[in-house]
């Protein structure tokens, strides 16, 4: 792990890769229509690769960096992507290289004048800069919905950090001083069973500082207040995760 980072994922690494959601084709697919090179891309704060895979289907080359060695350990194999070790504010790559940078769920806890200072170094004359974050799930039964939005907000609600604001607004509360483009509406989705959705829940960083406040996992009794409602476990249900994304050139 580097220095002068608010690190609140290195000991959720294996969780986070095994339960966070995809993000979809359709927005590889629109970033790579804005480019006008697909040389390189660089996907910061990359976690387990989850863009920089969908950038892999786009880009001759991504480079994936992420502040937490736990996180790049985790990192999904690809030829077309090379993990590196580095902060977003010191990224170690040349002046006018990149294409396209993104970061995906994870600009709020950067330090913005001097990311943004980097972004402006590292971009091609043309290239965009990309963000994009997604705040708390939806489930079409309201019964699940309503335990989900109480666990949210008043059990492990007290636990989020600060930056978490910042999600809830989208990002707008954010500055973004980059020429700024309209972007579509995107949205994540999974057909996920209960397992599944409580292990997502244990990915979140207020769930892992709730625990280790009161020395219990408060996703048990979540779990069978949502096993009454819920039916068969096993049986997967809709979960949909609204994208914000802020997107805009140098």
Known sequence: MTADFPDHFSPLAAQYAAYRPTYPDALFEWLAAQTPGYDLAWDCATGNGQAALGLAQHYRKIIATDA??????????HPNIKYRLATAEHSGL???SIDLITVAQALHWFDLERFYSEVRRVLKPGGLLAVWTYGLQ?????AIHALIQTFYADTVGPYWPPERLH??????????????????NFRMQADWTLPALLGYFRSWSATARFMQANNYDPVVPLGE??????GDPATPRRIVWPLSIRAGYI
């Open 68 to 77: 937490s060695t736990a996180q790049i350990q985790t990192g999904v194999p």
């Open 167 to 184: 999600v809830e607004s989208g990002y707008r509360s954010l500055p973004f001083p980059f020429d700024e483009i309209t972007t579509p």
């Open 225 to 230: 207040a949502l096993l009454s409602v819920w």
């Open 94 to 96: 040349p002046a006018q």
């Open 138 to 142: 939806t489930v079409e039964d309201p």
